[in-house]
């Protein structure tokens, strides 16, 4: 990381905090990382290239879905505005309670290099452990990007690998990789 400023991080629980220019500038920002080849496609898109009308409704139910004990929005900015952001859930299962999930880590594509994924990473186990009351943290990844490298050296643990398991273009399949973090 560079000796630019840190960035700023700050979580949303609630719907109602998500203001209408934060929820354009998670669209923006996914969809330039899905077009930019960011592993960070969601079920509901169809492969690259996306547009806002694929990524729009996404953002919305992800918003509409923030609950202070299920689902939580961390966003990273950097001079007031957004420069990466993922979502961390529970399912409320008592089989699975104890654990939850982190989904959809990005970084605005220009912004790269700057520690802003590590930046939100590291701020995940203490906002999973002490306000979510979570034991447990997993992530999926996409093999051939190195991520699981990334993740590793945040302390996650590879429990797992699929492999084939995500066909990225015709002829291209890569392995999911599961990672965990015991909290």
Do not use: K
């Not at 996306?50 to 953002?59: E, G, I, K, M, N």
């Not at 001079?79 to 008592?94: C, F, K, Q």
């Not at 890569?174 to 909290?183: G, N, P, Q």
């Amino acid at each position: 990381m560079n000796a630019q400023a840190p960035p700023e991080l700050r979580q949303s629980t609630r719907p109602e905090e998500v203001t209408p220019r934060l929820r354009e500038e998670l669209v923006d920002c996914w969809e330039a990382v899905v077009n930019s080849g960011g592993a960070v496609i969601a079920a509901e898109f169809p492969l690259p290239p996306v547009s806002r009308s694929h990524v729009a409704p996404v953002v919305e139910g992800l918003v509409r879905s923030l609950d202070p004990r299920r689902s939580r929005l961390l966003v990273a900015t950097l001079g007031g505005s957004l420069a990466g952001w993922l979502v961390l859930r529970r399912d409320t299962h008592p089989l699975v309670a104890h654990r939850g999930t982190v989904n959809h880590v990005q970084t605005l594509p220009r912004l790269r290099g700057r520690g802003i994924a590590t930046a939100l990473m590291d701020r995940v186990p203490g906002i999973a452990r002490d306000e979510m009351g979570l034991e447990r943290l997993a992530i999926a990844v996409r093999g051939g990007l190195g991520l699981e490298d990334f993740y590793g050296r945040l302390g996650w643990a590879e429990v797992g690998r699929w492999p084939g398991a995500l066909r990225v273009a015709p002829g291209d399949d890569r392995d999911e990789i599961l990672m965990s973090l015991v909290l």
